[in-house]
């Protein structure tokens, strides 16, 4: 599987959009990129996923360059349940393991 | 809307016991992992199973675990001989393989196991 790097932390204001950048330089045409999201002491919760076009659903959308070497996660109005651990995964194929590394903490400050 | 329930939500132990920490997937799913999180560390995938037989496996899943589904509803995980460093909130997750490609896990709330 490809590896990801994603900022350690990041904050936005409450209302506000939360652009939470990730790269993933050595994907692979095959590969998708998903997001996931672990509010504090829950299982993590999927987000969106996609393989080169942009994607919209009613949590986020996700933007991928046109190389697809990098992505990034909208949160079109951040709010305070927000916050939480972002991680972004590539994965081959259907059913595979999911590999977290340590994601972006994301703050939403009121 | 379906979820995945895990039962207990905390279990303490004795080293050297055997815990059964036990999982509900959603009702129409075939795919099924155990994950754990070591306090303040990553999630670490542990094992998935499907169509009643392992199909991948960690380093981390050695002897000592074992996974089951006894009756087409519980998944189980099982740690026979526990230690210390056995501690850390399990996740269970369940997925629905459709038409195409959608590998959306839906993770379970967890059970924090605590190993004295």
């Known amino acids: 599987d490809a590896k990801t790097t994603q900022p350690t932390s990041m904050d936005c204001a409450e209302g506000r959009a939360a652009n939470l950048p990730c790269n993933h330089s050595t994907i692979s045409g095959n590969e998708y990129v998903y997001w996931y999201r672990q509010i504090h002491s829950q299982g993590p919760q999927y987000i969106i996923h996609?393989?080169?076009n942009n994607e919209t659903n009613e949590m986020a959308s996700l933007i991928i360059t046109e190389d697809r070497k990098s992505s990034t996660l909208i949160l079109p109005h951040a709010t305070l349940r927000d916050t939480a651990v972002y991680y972004c995964i590539v994965i081959e194929s259907s059913g595979d393991k999911l590999t977290f590394g340590t994601g972006t903490r994301l703050a939403v400050r009121p | 809307e379906p979820e995945v329930t895990q039962t207990p939500s905390h279990q303490v132990t004795q080293m050297g016991q055997e815990v059964i920490l036990r999982c509900v997937p959603i009702?129409?799913?075939?795919?099924f992992y155990w994950y754990r999180q070591i306090l303040g560390q990553k999630v670490e995938f542990l094992v998935s199973f499907y169509n009643n037989e392992i199909s991948e496996k960690s380093e981390i899943f050695d002897d000592q675990f074992s996974v089951e589904r006894p009756d087409g509803s519980n998944f189980t995980l099982k740690i026979r001989s526990t230690k210390l460093e056995d501690s850390a909130m399990y996740f269970c997750a369940s997925y629905y393989r459709g038409r195409g490609f959608h590998n959306e896990q839906f993770f379970g709330p967890g059970t924090r196991l605590t190993v004295l």
């Open positions: 009702s129409n799913h075939l795919y």
């Open positions: 996609g393989l080169k």
